[in-house]
């Protein structure tokens, strides 16, 4: 059985710092990485990393957020700098399956930067 366990949510003002982590199990997965939904907007990927190394980010968070991976734990961890109030939002924890390409979820964790 696919999981993949969230942590590190919560509410932080504006400037501040949080860091997210996943522990994914039951699977070899090609890419880990967090995606982050805020009301009435579509799911839109933040950040994601692949079994080598290879991390991809969006711009609005590039330079403030950092993703980093553990092979051997199968874990990832969303560092979060610098937040802001747009970053507010409920953030997914996503794997890439290795051999057969399906797509996972974690539960989601809420993320709320204050004013």
């Known amino acids: 059985q696919v999981q993949l366990v969230e942590s590190g949510g919560g509410l932080v003002q504006a400037g501040g710092s949080l860091r997210l982590s996943c522990a994914a199990s039951?699977?070899?997965?090609?890419?880990l990485g967090w995606y982050r939904q805020a009301p009435g907007k579509q799911r839109e990927l933040v950040a994601s990393v692949s079994s080598g190394g290879t991390t991809n980010f969006a711009l609005s968070v590039k330079g403030r957020f950092t993703i980093s991976r553990d092979n051997a734990k199968n874990t990832v961890n969303l560092q979060m700098n610098s937040l802001k109030p747009e970053d507010t939002a409920i953030y997914y924890c996503?794997?890439?399956?290795?051999?057969?390409?399906?797509?996972?979820w974690g539960q989601g964790t809420q993320v709320t930067v204050s004013s």
């Open positions: 996503h794997g890439l399956a290795e051999w057969t390409m399906r797509h996972y």
């Open positions: 039951g699977s070899i997965f090609r890419d």
